[in-house]
């Protein structure tokens, strides 16, 4: 074969390599973070006799009021009439998203709810090497701009409109004939999280306790379910953001274990470092979601679609998650 020959093969195998990158960064970057996912999960954890609870799970909306897409598509959500509706933080994504959160969740803000809030409730988002995701560098809090957003624009419109806020706080709330209660933190990602000031044993008079964080720390999983908590709910992984095919998530933002990154599994004190099919009969069920949006400056996900969830609690076995 002449040197001509292979250097034109070589050529069109750097053209293709190249033109293959250029396709994955493009639907990393435009497609798949609009392609938003309703997924449900059975989790069975109510007592036995209970009816169904239909819980759903929103996170990590991260809005730009320009976000149109983004908006109508959480509105909608409304038309699923869940009897439950958790947020758990990182609500705004811009120093004017207030209004325009509220105006999202529209008719959902008339369900019964409850939310939490997470380090991007706090603090805008700032430019970032997009390198910083596969490692743990980003991990630190560091970085943070001095300016604040309107946190309390953003709680004063959700406990307005009847969503309890659950930052260190245990409340107890009656959701379609159940007795709900609800226990949650301050973003653990900033060091903020404080559980000791809420820690308590779960009220055997309720029937189920439900801990509600943003970050999924183990230092909050492990006491909340220590305390009896029977459901666990989380975000701020954004299901690691970037996902290899076969692999998972190469991170979760956090020092939970990859596996968990995002879906149903279970945990009790110590499951960080225990594979969770070991898990003992009274583990609790941990719930982490991948999230519906990130920071506007790295705005990429592969192989792990923004999402919202649909939890159905039931006293039966739990199904197969489906994704529609």
Known sequence: MSGRAVGGDLARAVATTLGLGAGVA??????????FALREQTVPCLPVGSRDLRVLHLSDLHLVPRQTR???????LADLQP???????DHLAAMDAVPAALETYGALLDRPGAFVLGSNDYYPPTRKNPLRYVNDSHRKGADLTPLRLPTQDLVDGLTARGWADLTHRRVRLPVGGLDLELVGTDDAHLGLDDYARVSAPADPEAD????VTHAPYRRVLDPMAADGAGLLIAGHTHGGQLRVPGYGALVTNCDLDTSRASGL??????????????????????????????NPYTPFRFCCRPEATL??????????GVLR
């Open 26 to 35: 493009a639907y990393a970057t435009w497609v798949e973070p609009r392609w």
């Open 70 to 76: 983004k908006r109508d598509w959480v509105r909608g």
């Open 83 to 89: 009897d439950l509706v958790i947020h758990t933080g």
């Open 208 to 211: 189920l306790t439900i801990g």
């Open 265 to 294: 599994s279970r945990w009790w004190p110590g499951a960080g470092a225990t594979p969770s099919d070991a898990a003992p009969a009274d583990a609790a069920w941990l719930h982490v979601s991948a999230g519906l949006g990130g």
């Open 311 to 320: 939890l159905t609690l039931t006293a039966a076995r739990p199904g197969p």
